[in-house]
């Protein structure tokens, strides 16, 4: 950190931050214009980030209303304690996320690059403890806060041991226990390091590194005072050029984002798959950033942000949510301590918003939330249909998507599930996200399902949220798409059948039909394969029975004398075998059939039937007034009809045991 007080006046260790980068002018640095490319150079080749998504996403949205709202924040001084530290555009700021699933989202200067600084430390700190393992490390560095400046003289007084390695002092220990003998191939294997976090090739800013060397006075007396208790052993000078050298990589914000993000992912960069640590020592490099990442802000952060954290005088901080995600923001003008302002708020901002404290937030990945994925060919409602809007159903079903979801959804799981279903957004009309086995939702999943609402809304699609009524923060988090809307909005439904039967009639274009309008008996399914006769004599036997909402046709145990062919509105069989509360097993329109299993088996009722509408209409067909000629007929109506849907399968993707439409 950067205290502009006298007892600081020597040049700290993050000196020269800023790298020249093609955007910044050469003459307003002073430097020559080759120079100013070095940066360009080294920019991501085979860059990894994902394309954008169509129409961007909630995170991309979120972030690019917070970069508006505090680009505008004039807080926070340039560091200028070195000439060319005064260079840096106080305009500069960019935010960059990425988690653990690959994703990268990054708004404003995101490709300015700057050297990486003290957001190095606990990189190469991890470096050491799997080069030297964890007893030799802890023997020359400490892993206790000091509360302290980055560049005070922290030293055990008895030991000369830095009381950690985020500070001056035990980061440039660390340096030299890399450099051992051959502080070339110490860097070499550093620059491999970082390639490995940021899946690129990496470069040292050689001004920023000549001008750390020439003016780090305060480092040079720390790395020999060390070198008196023996920390360092041999020539203190080839770790410390290489702790100047390692300050000085070039680094931008989305390479910091990666690099957290990697951190966050156990080790492993979730854009290239290559482990750059393991996992034991991820954890004890979150730790210490968590505990003295902040230097002297520290138990502010960790209390008012939560995250393991790293800053530099760059302007950059980098933050890990683990399990979930990096966060890195860009912008140069500084507080009293020597962080970003702006990074500071952003990082304030996030953290409040989405919940995301880590002694708040729980854990969970998207692959643990998804149950199941299937589309409207696969998964089918209860609703019975007739066979030309079963042929249409999977002509067209892949138009309904539907996801299963189980768990708890946090940000990070949540955040890769929208990330899919944007991706895929131009192939759906209907989305349902079944959050029937959802047992937790908190407000950064909230707020992403509310955008998602909204994203899809704008692009006329239809997002419904079945079993989201029990849980608070989605409700109040949709409360303003409905009343934007004036439609029941994403909660419409309380279950995933009800959601089904909806889409489906969207599909068909049932969602206009009148409920009044009636299909003539001889156009009844059943009656397709009837011959004249037949349907003559089918004629003069129904009776027309004409129901109200709620009317029982029959009950389980009455006699099973007759079968029932529907006219006009719905009707709906249910059971109560294995709950109080009866339970939907279909719903059935015009044109189909109920009540004809025991036409075959003799069997007597074992469901309820109740009419769904005022005005309900069906013909009621007597076993006893059926000839046998017509039951032969029937019955292979019957059978061709079961044979069906027995081969298509029922709205579970199985057949159920009475065939589909049949019901005794």
């Known amino acids: 950190m950067i205290r502009p007080t006298s007892n600081h006046s020597s040049a700290p260790s993050e000196q020269t931050p800023y790298s020249r980068h093609a955007a910044f002018s050469p003459q307003r640095s002073g430097r020559p214009p080759e120079q100013s490319e070095q940066a360009h150079a080294h920019r991501h080749q085979g860059d990894p980030t994902l394309s954008p998504l169509p129409g961007g996403s909630p995170i991309q949205?979120?972030?690019?209303?917070?970069?508006?709202?505090?680009?505008?924040?004039?807080?926070?001084?340039?560091?200028?304690?070195?000439?060319?530290?005064?260079?840096?555009?106080?305009?500069?700021?960019?935010?960059?996320?990425?988690?653990v699933d690959g994703h990268l989202y990054s708004v404003g200067d995101t490709a300015q690059c700057a050297t990486i600084q003290s957001i190095s430390k606990p990189f190469v700190y991890g470096m050491a403890?799997?080069?030297?393992?964890?007893?030799?490390?802890?023997?020359?560095?400490?892993?206790?806060?000091?509360?302290?400046?980055?560049?005070?003289?922290?030293?055990?007084?008895?030991?000369?041991?830095p009381l950690n390695p985020m500070i001056n002092a035990g980061a440039i220990a660390v340096s030299a226990m890399i450099a051992g003998t051959d502080a070339a191939d110490g860097e070499r294997r550093i620059m491999a390091m970082f390639e490995r976090y940021t899946g690129r090739t990496m470069a040292v800013d050689e001004r920023v590194y000549a001008s750390e060397a020439r003016t780090g006075h305060r480092n040079r007396a720390l790395a020999h005072l060390m070198r008196n208790f023996d920390i360092i052993t041999g020539d203190p000078e080839p770790g410390l050029d290489l702790y100047f050298r390692q300050c000085s990589v070039l680094v931008d914000c989305r390479d910091l984002a990666i690099m957290g993000a990697t951190l966050a992912n156990d080790g492993v960069n979730p854009l290239t798959g290559a482990r750059a640590l393991a996992a034991p020592d991820v954890?004890?490099?979150?730790?210490?950033?968590?505990?003295?990442?902040?230097?002297?802000?520290?138990?502010?952060?960790?209390?008012?942000?939560?995250?393991?954290?790293?800053?530099?005088?760059?302007?950059?901080?980098?933050?890990?949510?683990?399990?979930?995600?990096?966060?890195?923001?860009?912008?140069?003008?500084?507080?009293?301590?020597?962080?970003?302002v702006r990074g500071i708020r952003v990082c304030?901002?996030?953290?409040?918003?989405?919940?995301?404290?880590?002694?708040?937030?729980?854990?969970?990945?998207?692959a643990s939330i998804i149950r199941s994925r299937s589309d409207g060919t696969e998964l089918r409602s209860s609703r019975r249909r007739r066979r030309s809007?079963?042929?249409?159903?999977?002509?067209?079903?892949?138009?309904?998507?539907?996801?299963?979801?189980?768990?708890?959804?946090?940000?990070?799981?949540?955040?890769s599930l929208v990330h899919d279903v944007l991706r895929e957004r131009a192939a759906f009309e209907i989305l349902i996200l079944d959050l029937t086995r959802v047992v937790g939702l908190d407000q950064a999943a909230a707020r992403l399902l509310s955008e998602l609402a909204h994203d899809l809304q704008s692009h006329e699609?239809?997002?419904?949220?079945?079993?989201?009524?029990?849980?608070?923060?989605l409700v109040h988090a949709l409360a303003e798409v409905s009343s934007e809307t004036g439609s029941p909005g994403p909660l419409r439904f309380t279950e995933r059948d009800q959601a089904l039967e909806w889409a489906e009639d969207q599909l068909l274009g049932r969602a206009l039909q009148d409920p009044v309008t009636e299909t003539p008996l001889i156009e009844n399914d059943l009656c397709e394969t009837l011959d004249?006769?037949?349907?003559?004599?089918?004629?003069?036997?129904?009776?027309?029975?004409?129901?109200?909402?709620?009317q029982v046709v029959y009950h389980p145990g009455d006699p099973a004398d007759a079968l029932f062919l529907i006219a006009r509105g719905q009707f709906q069989i249910q059971s109560t075998a294995s709950a109080r509360i009866p339970l939907r097993c279909a719903t059935l329109g015009p044109g189909l059939v109920f009540g004809d299993l025991p036409l075959a088996t003799g069997r007597s009722r074992d469901h309820t039937v109740?009419?769904?509408?005022?005005?309900?209409?069906?013909?009621?067909?007597?076993?006893?007034?059926?000839?046998?000629?017509?039951?032969?007929?029937?019955l292979a109506s019957l059978a061709t009809r079961l044979a069906e849907r027995l081969t298509e399968g029922s709205g579970a993707g199985e057949p159920t045991p009475d065939g589909g439409d049949f019901e005794g």
């Open 61 to 99: 949205t979120y972030l690019d209303a917070l970069h508006r709202r505090l680009a505008p924040l004039r807080e926070g001084l340039v560091a200028a304690y070195i000439p060319e530290l005064a260079h840096a555009d106080p305009a500069w700021f960019g935010i960059a996320i990425a988690t």
């Open 129 to 161: 403890l799997a080069e030297q393992g964890v007893e030799r490390v802890l023997a020359k560095v400490g892993v206790e806060p000091t509360g302290e400046a980055f560049n005070s003289i922290s030293l055990e007084p008895d030991t000369g041991r």
């Open 283 to 340: 954890a004890r490099v979150l730790a210490v950033m968590t505990s003295c990442g902040m230097y002297d802000f520290s138990g502010g952060w960790i209390y008012r942000v939560g995250m393991p954290a790293k800053s530099g005088v760059a302007g950059g901080i980098i933050a890990v949510l683990p399990g979930q995600m990096g966060i890195a923001v860009f912008s140069p003008p500084l507080d009293s301590r020597g962080n970003s």
């Open 348 to 366: 304030e901002e996030i953290s409040a918003d989405f919940a995301l404290h880590l002694f708040h937030t729980p854990r969970a990945t998207a």
């Open 389 to 415: 809007e079963r042929t249409r159903l999977r002509a067209r079903g892949a138009r309904v998507r539907l996801y299963e979801l189980q768990g708890e959804l946090n940000l990070g799981a949540t955040e």
């Open 461 to 473: 699609r239809t997002l419904l949220l079945p079993g989201g009524h029990h849980q608070p923060p």
């Open 532 to 550: 004249a006769n037949a349907r003559d004599q089918l004629i003069t036997i129904a009776e027309r029975l004409d129901c109200v909402a709620g």
């Open 610 to 634: 109740i009419a769904l509408n005022d005005r309900a209409a069906c013909w009621r067909i007597p076993y006893r007034a059926i000839a046998p000629e017509l039951k032969v007929q029937l």
